[in-house]
């Protein structure tokens, strides 16, 4: 019989086979579906950034065929991007950016659809008198990085354009565009956060089966089967849900990135057509997941392989050596030296990253082992008891199914540790006070643009008038104060210069923005790792179950409670994952702290803010691993039903 | 001590007992051999309460107990009745020791006395020297030792032993049936084996036949 056909035949009688090659292919498919989004976030942000780049003067080609300007507007808290242009050639000779329709004359302007809405929902006075009266064609999706981005293209002769002009030989183009460093970075984070719980899962399930499989393919090298023709069935069982979870998870991609598409990011949501992905990347990892699956299914019979009946009998555990401890100092000093390096570079940084999570899988089982140690010796209850030895006979076991958890607590606190400390570290540190606008310009221009926004706030019915303040020629500003419910009309009149209008209140929404970026990817994140962590916890649990099935059964048979059993195997996945929660909770402070340091070297005055929110992913991590662990109820239930059958 | 009277058991379309009567007196060691399929671990897990009987009523020292509910039965089996079975059944993980104390710490006994209580009966059983030893280290005839001292530690009423030597070859079966034996004896319980072996069933003061699920002898010795 071919291996294929007898892990066929395998799925078709054996009803815990099919369950766990159907959560399998689910670990597979989650898997897969994530890599293939959060691999394609570098191409989304590349995709936006080249659309885009025309919106930012191309300095690295010389030239005076355009003079080119850009500021940041605001209307209501949102960014407006303006661009002032103005050429000196014939425009016909320009090569125009995707999405723009034409070279905005003097005296003319090219918005987009979101920002000609805008212009016509709000009276004139607060928005559209920003901005010359024509309005001479609106921006495609091609020139936006979003599709709600607020864009103004202003056509200028050479002599209107603001003081902070740049020559260029033109508009920049998409070639020279860079993707988002921070987007990139979290993708990379990303990948590494979610991949493991769902590999972590894809590892659960297959371990539902591992002890059945184990006897049945010991039985069969003591029969005379080859090494490789129990390697090739186990290749074929788990291939069937490798191969159909992979092609799952390609099915299931498109979804996850039109749900992506809702996430903002920069300002704004994305287009249905930036999470792409070339087909040769899409088919490579399609192909790399399961073949990666396989690996470690084969790799996990080395035992039955190389020793049948030494699979197929007991055999005492080898206690972990104490020098897996020294992973975590190691590889902490590394990751500081890193941060505190003279000029540290991003990629050194993430390596020192890398390996501290790395020191994870070294560390973790020592710590589950020791933790068990201690249960063994001082349990009171039963619980105790069967935490501890379990702990101690396969730690490593043991500490997969809380892997998840402990890098989701991990990253969690590390994130809670730098976040609040850069929102400490928001702000402003100039003279403006809050409620007042402002426009740098010279010395000549100021009483003209005073002049012109006082007309403006006259016209509007303003009781603000704009003052002129400085003493520099080249350092003069024109203020205005605001008494709120006006701002946006002094904002309009003072914006007749051209030049960005400045007030402290813009400058920390810009920085909340960011943060709020940050935060929502962050939540997202670690919501989607601690889901599938606790999935494959609970799938753990439920596997422990299974594996001491015919031992619970005799147990109930004898009269034990199913409540008495269910308590004490929730503590026994309850009590290990305090432990590795409070770890991973304390390194990922430690870990926060040095990334810290980082922008500390920029800051002098930054400091560290660490607040009681610390303690949410120990407890969450805690509480999904407690949940998980409430499977082995119903579990024991099912044992209950047929307590004394093996199957 | 323990009788049934009129038992039935259903399994579909198909009578594991199609009426049973029986009697265990105090003290009584029985065996039930039968072909397989005969009815005769349903017989036995009728009995002990692990299946409810669709017909038939079972009396435990003169109380009526088929028509107590699950949580009564689940008692009556940790406190009144101990059971062996063909593959002891142990944790794996833990040591003799502790799997032998595991259903009195379930039950709610403190550890110190549940350990000594555990570490006497492997004594009793021949098995001191192998307390801290795990399920996988002992031999087939330790292990089922481990798993008659289990049953043993809350000195139960009556002993249900479905194949307790069914695993094991002649001589280690025989050592392990006369420990049984003695152990039961000391406890004072009755003792309803569930057996293949016929020779064994010979040995044994009663035996009782079942076929069809039907009782179709009674042998007394």
Partial sequence: ?647 | MLAGRGLVKRYGTQHALAGVDIDIQPGEVVAIVGPSGSGKTSLLHVLGGILRADAGEIFLAGTRIDQFSEKRRSELRRTEFGFVFQQGMLVAELTAEENVALPMLLAGAPRKQATATARDWLGRLGLGGRAGSRPGELSGGQAQRVAIARALTHRPKVIFADEPTGALDTRTGKETMDALLVAAADAGSSVLIVTHDRELADSLPRTVVIRDGRIADRVAV
């Fill in chain 1, 1 to 647: 019989m071919s291996p294929l056909r007898l892990a066929l035949r395998v799925l078709r009688v054996d009803r815990r086979t099919r369950t766990s090659t159907i959560l399998t292919a689910v670990g597979v498919a989650v898997a897969t579906g994530l890599v293939l989004l959060l691999i394609s976030l570098p191409y989304a942000t590349q995709s936006r950034a080249e659309r885009t780049s025309w919106q930012l003067p191309d300095v690295a080609h010389d030239g005076a065929a355009l003079l080119f300007a850009h500021s940041e507007d605001f209307i209501e808290g949102t960014t407006i991007r303006r661009i002032d242009v103005a050429s000196t050639v014939d425009t016909a000779t320009i090569t125009l950016p995707a999405g723009v329709p034409r070279f905005p004359a003097p005296g003319e302007v090219i918005v987009s659809p979101a920002l000609f809405e805008r212009m016509h929902e709000l009276p004139a006075t607060q928005l559209a008198d920003r901005f010359p009266a024509r309005v001479a064609g609106t921006l495609t999706d091609d020139a936006l990085a979003y599709p709600g981005q607020l864009v103004a293209l202003v056509g200028h002769t050479p002599n209107t354009m603001p003081d902070s002009v740049t020559s260029t030989a033109g508009f920049r183009s998409a070639g020279d565009a860079a993707p988002d460093s921070m987007l990139q970075l979290l993708a990379g984070v990303g990948v590494v956060v979610l991949l493991v719980p769902s590999l972590v899962l894809v590892a659960s399930s297959s371990r539902l089966t591992a002890a059945r499989r184990e006897r049945r393919l010991a039985a069969l090298r003591l029969a005379g089967a080859t090494p490789g023709q129990v390697t090739a069935m186990v290749a074929a069982e788990t291939g069937i849900a490798a191969v159909v979870g992979a092609l799952l998870g390609l099915a299931l991609s498109p979804a996850l990135r039109g749900l992506a598409t809702f996430v903002p990011w920069g300002g704004g949501t994305w287009l249905a057509t930036d999470f792409h992905l070339p087909p040769g990347v899409t088919i490579f990892l399609v192909l790399a997941i399961p073949a990666l699956v396989l690996i470690a299914a084969v790799v996990g019979l080395r035992r039955v392989v190389s020793n049948p009946i030494g699979a197929a009998s007991a055999h005492p555990p080898k206690p972990l050596r104490a020098w897996r401890l020294l992973a975590l100092p190691v590889t902490g000093a590394l990751f500081f030296l890193a941060v505190t390096s003279d000029n540290p570079s991003l990629e050194t940084v993430l390596l020192g990253l890398l390996l501290v999570v790395g020191s994870a899988i070294v560390v973790g089982p020592w710590v589950t082992y020791a933790v068990g140690r201690i249960f063994v010796r001082f349990w009171r209850r039963p619980s105790g008891l069967l935490a501890g030895r379990r702990l101690l006979d396969d730690p490593r076991g043991a500490y997969r199914a809380s892997a998840g958890v402990v890098l989701a607590v991990f990253v969690g606190s590390m994130a809670l540790t730098v976040m609040p400390s850069l929102e400490g570290m928001s702000g402003h540190d100039g003279t403006d006070r809050d409620g007042v606008l402002s426009v740098s310009t010279t010395a000549a221009k100021a009483g003209p643009v005073a002049a012109q926004a006082n007309a403006r706030l006259a016209a509007a019915g303003q009781q603000a008038r704009a003052t002129i303040v400085g003493g520099a020629p080249a350092d003069v500003r024109v203020v205005a104060p605001t008494a709120g419910s006006d701002v946006e009309t002094v904002r309009t009149a003072l914006a007749v210069s051209g030049e960005p209008v400045f007030s402290p209140d813009v400058y920390l929404a810009g920085q909340q923005s960011e943060l709020d970026d940050i935060r929502r990817v962050t939540v997202i994140g670690l919501v989607a790792a601690a889901v599938l962590a606790g999935c494959s916890a609970a799938i753990s649990t439920a596997g422990s179950v299974l594996d001491r099935r015919r031992t619970f059964g005799a147990l109930m048979a004898g009269g034990t409670p199913v409540r008495v059993l269910s308590r004490a195997l929730r503590a026994e996945a309850g009590l290990p994952a305090l432990a590795a929660t409070v770890g991973a909770g304390a390194v990922g402070v430690a870990v926060g702290l040095g990334l810290f340091m980082l922008v500390q070297d920029a800051h002098e005055d930054a400091a560290a803010v660490l607040t009681p929110w610390l303690l949410a992913p120990v407890v969450l991590g805690l509480g999904v691993a407690v949940l998980a662990a409430s499977v082995c109820t119903p579990a024991l239930n099912r044992v209950r039903a047929e307590p004394l059958t093996d199957q």
